[in-house]
């Protein structure tokens, strides 16, 4: 596995079905803008304890867009979830107390509505904190722009080109599960990751 | 003399070729910013054989200019 420390972003995301439409959107982008987003999902050695795994990952990215956007109750056990505020907490932690790789860390905050956080998490405020108003178009931007503002890399593409390419990916990727023979709701992260990344090489 | 070289022969030195911020103008466009990206790999591999993934690509593009 290639590990280079200052083109990793970790994602930090709710897994779920509602929430693919903004997590796919986040892949793109990231891989659009020439860096390899990483997440507990690219894992699947089930003999891994998986705060580990978080861990390992958090410890090779730089870079990390936290969404704290899921804040309902679970509908079967009426609780909240709680892995994306720790998670948020052991990046700011290895920032905060890591050593001179892990202080370089920065962090993008995404929730779906600007001072919505205040409420429930305002501990994080001075942070930068987004908001995505649950919209793909609008996640795109914000990365986008956050991505070219904290690498200050010119090379990064203008966030309607990187959003007009994602529509054309998206349009096709059901034709491309079809010729792989791979059902689209089977396509697990590291499937998606790489035919992003080779959709993206074949259409420059 | 370019726009890219600076005339040192008066200080007896050789020509220089100028920074880019020296040759663009702010809000110019300077061949920078149209370099292309590096794209960067996954962490992991897919289930996938990375050749069937370039082969349903290659077969939906040509399928797209042929439209």
């Known amino acids: 596995m290639q590990v280079t420390y200052t083109r990793n972003v970790f994602l930090n995301c709710p897994f779920d079905e509602v929430y693919q439409l903004i997590f796919q959107a986040i892949i793109f982008t990231v891989f659009d803008c020439g860096y390899t987003p990483r997440c507990s999902l690219e894992i699947e050695d089930s003999s891994e304890v998986r705060i580990d795994k978080i861990i390992k990952v958090i410890s090779e990215c730089k870079f990390g867009i936290h969404d704290i956007s899921r804040t309902e109750l679970d509908k079967d056990t009426n609780l909240p979830r709680f892995n994306m505020p720790l998670e948020l907490g052991m990046f700011l932690g290895a920032k905060r107390f890591g050593n001179d790789k892990q202080e370089k860390k920065a962090c993008l905050i995404l929730d779906k509505a600007l001072y919505r956080f205040q409420i429930f998490i305002s501990d994080i405020a001075g942070q930068d904190i987004q908001s995505h108003k649950n919209d793909d178009s609008e996640v795109i931007k914000v990365v986008r722009n956050w991505l070219r503002n904290v690498s200050g890399r010119v090379t990064i593409p203008g966030g309607k080109e990187i959003l007009r390419r994602y529509r054309l990916f998206k349009m096709e990727l059901s034709t491309l599960c079809e010729k792989m023979k791979l059902e689209i709701d089977e396509m697990v992260f590291n499937d998606y990751t790489n035919i992003v990344f080779q959709w993206l090489k074949c259409n420059p | ?67």
């Open chain 2, 1 to 67: 003399m370019t726009k890219y070289t600076i005339d040192n022969k008066d200080k007896g030195q050789p020509d220089r070729v100028k920074a880019p911020k020296e040759i663009y103008k702010a809000g110019e466009e300077s061949p920078a910013s149209r370099r292309k990206r590096k794209l960067m790999p996954p962490a992991r591999p897919s289930r996938i054989p990375e050749k069937v993934i370039i082969k349903a690509i290659e077969e939906v593009i040509a399928q797209r200019s042929s439209h």
